[in-house]
C-alpha cells in the first residue's frame, strides 16, 4: 500500500507542477521548432519567451498556452508516478525487507541503489516517451490561431484529445512513430 501512495503522491504533485510550467513548455516547443525549422532565415515569429507567451495568448488565446495540458499531465504523472513508485519496489526487493515488520533495511548498497534509480529510470521513461510525443506535437499545434498559416511552426498536427492522439499515431506510424 505504501508503494501505490508513493506512485500516487509522485504523480500528482508532478501533474499539479504541470498546470504551472505547461506554458513555458508551449514557448519553448514553438521556439525551439522555429530555430529548427527557420535556420535558412526569414522572418522569425517569436523572438523570445515574453513576446512568444503574449503571441499565444493574443492571437490563440488561454487555451493556446495550455496546449498540450492533457498529454502534459498525463505524461508527469506516468513518468514520475512510475519511477517513484518503482523505484521504492525495487529498493524494497534488492535491499531486503523484513519480513516480520515489512521495514526496508536502511543500508543499501550504492551499487544497487544506482541500479534500482536507473531500471526506475528507464520504467518511467518508457511509459511516459508516448505523452511526451503527444504533448508535444500539441503544443507545436497553432491551428487556433488568429493569424492563419503564418502563425504555425512546423507540422501541424489536429488530434481531438490524447487517445485520439495515440490511437491515430498508432493506426499511421505503428510501433516506431508511438516510442
Known amino acids: 500500500m505504501q508503494d501505490l501512495k508513493q506512485f500516487l503522491a509522485g504523480g500528482t504533485a508532478t501533474t499539479c507542477a504541470c498546470f504551472f510550467t505547461n506554458p513555458i513548455e508551449v514557448c519553448k516547443t514553438r521556439m525551439m521548432l522555429q530555430g529548427e525549422l527557420g535556420s535558412g532565415g526569414g522572418t522569425k515569429l517569436y523572438r523570445n519567451p515574453f513576446q512568444t507567451f503574449r503571441t499565444i495568448v493574443v492571437h490563440e ?13 498525463a505524461y508527469q ?10 523505484y521504492a ?17 536502511a543500508r543499501m548498497e550504492w551499487g544497487k541503489a544506482v541500479a534500482a534509480g536507473a531500471l526506475a529510470g528507464v520504467f518511467g521513461a518508457c511509459l511516459g516517451s508516448p505523452f511526451f510525443l503527444v504533448k508535444t506535437r500539441m503544443q507545436a499545434n497553432a491551428e487556433r490561431s488568429t493569424m492563419g498559416a503564418a502563425g504555425a511552426v512546423g507540422t501541424q498536427h489536429k488530434y481531438k ?11 499511421e506510424e505503428g510501433v516506431r512513430g508511438i516510442m
Open 61 to 73: 488565446g488561454w487555451h493556446g498556452i495550455q496546449g498540450g495540458l492533457g498529454p502534459a499531465c
Open 77 to 86: 504523472f506516468v513518468m514520475n508516478g512510475g519511477r517513484l513508485g518503482l
Open 89 to 105: 519496489l525495487l529498493r524494497k526487493w534488492m535491499a531486503g525487507a523484513d519480513s516480520s515488520r515489512g521495514a526496508v533495511s
Open 161 to 171: 484529445n490524447t487517445a485520439s492522439a495515440l490511437a491515430q499515431i498508432w493506426r
